[in-house]
T-cell receptor
Framework: NAGVTQTPKFRVLKTGQSMTLLCAQD?????MYWYRQDPGMGLRLIHY???????AKGEVPDGYNVSRLKKQNFLLGLESAAPSQTSVYFC??????????????FGPGTRLTVL | AQSVSQHNHHVILSEAASLELGCNYS??????LFWYVQYPGQHLQLLLK??????LVKGIKGFEAEFIKSKFSFNLRKPSVQWSDTAEYFC????????????FGGGTRVLVKP
């Protein structure tokens, strides 16, 4: 089991460029998430998906789009990159548990720099 | 809305010292609580979790945490740290009312000096 994988690991963009980050999981999880991690702010949820073909906005969705065409993949797109989007991006997945318990499994992260 | 605050941003201590990291959450309903650890250059890993039952939870690598509902707290403890515990620690909360989404605290960087 590879768990949760992310590509690419590193990327440098110029302001205004676009790119797509790919997240893949092989645990047959229903839920997938995209977070950004910034110093002193923990992880903040960008978008998430509770199943194939469905997506929803998280805490900081502006400037990002997502798609979940296949259950195992969750793509994060930056339409027009800005320096404020310089961050480390983490993908996570989980399975709906009993009650509200919901352990998430994280990928290794993508470090993005926007110049 | 649920939120999490971690009191210390940075902690420096020597090997064999005891560690306690504070975590408080704000949400009045039923919650699930987590501590994640991020070692340098690595992704987040789950240390321990609480969702019901015994409020004293034991996790991996000798860590434990105590859920005190009256104080809205879930503090992380380890009696004797090692150099390999150098990492960033994140407290997180989820609740059914918030759609089971995780809300993270800002993290605490722990440096253990050999």
């Amino acid at each position: 089991n590879a768990g949760v994988t992310q590509t690419p690991k590193f990327r440098v963009l110029k302001t205004g460029q676009s790119m797509t980050l790919l997240c893949a999981q092989d645990m047959n999880h229903e839920y997938m998430y995209w977070y950004r991690q910034d110093p002193g702010m923990g992880l903040r949820l960008i978008h998430y998906s509770v199943g194939e073909g469905t997506t929803a906005k998280g805490e900081v969705p502006d400037g990002y789009n997502v798609s979940r065409l296949k259950k195992q993949n969750f793509l994060l797109g930056l339409e027009s990159a800005a320096p404020s989007q310089t961050s480390v991006y983490f993908c996570a997945s989980s399975s709906p548990g009993q009650g509200s318990y919901n352990e998430q499994f994280f990928g290794p992260g993508t470090r993005l720099t926007v110049l | 809305a649920q939120s999490v605050s971690q009191h210390n941003h940075h902690v420096i201590l020597s090997e064999a010292a005891s560690l306690e990291l504070g975590c408080n959450y704000s949400y009045g309903g039923t919650v699930n609580l987590f501590w994640y650890v991020q070692y340098p250059g690595q992704h987040l890993q789950l240390l321990l979790k609480y969702f019901s039952g015994d409020p004293l939870v034991k996790g991996i690598k000798g860590f434990e945490a105590e859920f005190i509902k009256s104080k809205f707290s879930f503090n992380l403890r380890k009696p004797s740290v090692q150099w390999s515990d150098t990492a960033e620690y994140f407290c997180a909360v989820s609740s059914k009312a918030a759609g089971n989404k995780l809300t993270f605290g800002g993290g605490t960087r722990v440096l253990v000096k050999p």
